[in-house]
C-alpha cells in the first residue's frame, strides 16, 4: 500500500527534494501541501507529514499543535525541518508530541532513512493483528470516515466464517488460526487482483474482516472470494468430517450438536455517494446485511443497495 507523505511547505522548495530523494521508492508519494490547506489535507490522514519551518508563512507551534489536537491524525508522525537552532525553541516543539526535529542544513542521507525508519516504525505499530499483518479497528475506522470526507462512492464487505466457534471447540485454536490466515490471504489477493488502486483490507478480529473498495460493482469479487474459499477450506478438516459434511460438538450440558463445515459470509454495503453521514451508519447497516447473508446455508453473499 502506497505511503502518502505530505509536505508542509508555502513556496514549494521541498517537494523537488523529496521526490528525488525517494525517485527508486515507488512506494512513497510527496504531496506538497500549503500551511492554510492543513485542515482539508488531515481530512486524508497522511502516512507521514514533514514541515518545512523556514518556507511555512504561519507559527509552527501552532501548526503543530492543529495537527496533535485532529483526532484522525494523533498517531499521525510529524518531522520539522528547521535552521532555528535555538534549544528552547526546539523543546517547545517536541513537547508538542513531535517525533522528530531535524536542524539545516540536512544531510540528504539522513533524512532519507530518518522517514524510511519512521515509516517502518509506523506500519508495524499500526499492524494491529499480528497472525494476519492487517491492520485494526483505528486504521479500518481511519479508512472509512476518510472516503466519507472525501465524498467518494464506495463498497464496504463484512466478512464472517459460519460455523468457526465450533471449529475451533473440535480443532484447537491453532488451526482456527490458520483457517484466520487463509480467509485473509483470500480476501486480500482477491480485492487486490480486482483493483489496482484504492482498495484497503482490516481484521476486525476474531474472524470479522472488512475490505473497502471503489464504485459500487461488487458482485464479481464476492463471488470469486467464495469460490477461493470454498475450493480448499476442505483441507482444513478430516477426511471423515468432510465425507459426513459436518462436525459434532458436544454443547454444555454433554449433547453431541452437528455443525456443518466452516463457510465464509458476505455483508456488502454500497456507500452511494452522500446515503452516510458517519461510520456509524455504516457499521448499523453491515451488521444488518451480514446477518441476512448469514441465514443461508453455506458460504454466500447479501448486499444492500439501499439509497
Known amino acids: 500500500m502506497q505511503q502518502e507523505i505530505y509536505i508542509i511547505d508555502d513556496d514549494d522548495s521541498s517537494i523537488l527534494v523529496f521526490k528525488e530523494l525517494f525517485k527508486n521508492d515507488l512506494d512513497y508519494k510527496f504531496i506538497n501541501v500549503k500551511s492554510k490547506e ?14 518545512n519551518e523556514d518556507a511555512v508563512d504561519r507559527d509552527v507551534v501552532n501548526l503543530c499543535k492543529q495537527i496533535r489536537s485532529d483526532e484522525d491524525n494523533t498517531i499521525t508522525p510529524v518531522i520539522v525541518v528547521s535552521s532555528n537552532g535555538e534549544k528552547s525553541h ?9 517525533e522528530y526535529y531535524i536542524k539545516k542544513p540536512v544531510d540528504e542521507e539522513y533524512l532519507y532513512y530518518t522517514v524510511k525508519n519512521l515509516s517502518r516504525l ?39 466464517l459460519d460455523n468457526f466457534k465450533a471449529y ?24 487486490h487482483n480486482n483493483w489496482s488502486d484504492n482498495v484497503f483490507v482490516g481484521h476486525i478480529g476474531g ?6 473498495i471503489p464504485g459500487i460493482h461488487c458482485d464479481k469479487v464476492c463471488q470469486d472470494i467464495i469460490a477461493n474459499f470454498d475450493a480448499k477450506v476442505s483441507s482444513f478438516f478430516t477426511d471423515e468430517d468432510n465425507y459426513r459434511g459436518y462436525i459434532e460438538v458436544a454443547n454444555r ?12 459470509s458476505i455483508g456488502v454495503v454500497v456507500a452511494d455517494l452522500g446515503r452516510f453521514h458517519n461510520i456509524l451508519e455504516i457499521g448499523e447497516i453491515g451488521a444488518q446485511v451480514k446477518h441476512a447473508a448469514k441465514s ?12
Open 38 to 51: 492543513i485542515d482539508v489535507a488531515l481530512k486524508n490522514i497522511p502516512s507521514l507529514i514533514i514541515i
Open 253 to 264: 450440558k454433554g449433547i453431541i450438536e452437528q455443525f456443518p463445515l466452516t463457510s465464509i
Open 90 to 98: 526546539r523543546m517547545k516543539i517536541l513537547q508538542e508530541s513531535i
Open 122 to 160: 509506523l506500519t508495524i505499530n499500526r499492524r494491529i493483528s499480528p497472525l494476519t499483518g492487517l491492520p485494526g479497528n483505528v486504521q479500518i475506522h481511519a479508512e472509512l470516515k476518510k472516503r466519507l470526507s472525501n465524498r467518494e462512492t464506495f463498497t464496504v464487505l463484512y466478512f464472517d
Open 207 to 212: 474472524d470479522d474482516f472488512v475490505g473497502i
Open 168 to 191: 475451533n471447540d473440535v480443532y484447537g485454536f491453532l488451526k482456527g488460526d490458520e483457517i484466520i490466515v487463509y480467509t485473509a490471504d483470500i480476501i486480500y489477493k482477491v480485492l
Open 296 to 307: 443461508v446455508m453455506g458460504s454466500s453473499y447479501a448486499i444492500d443497495r439501499r439509497k
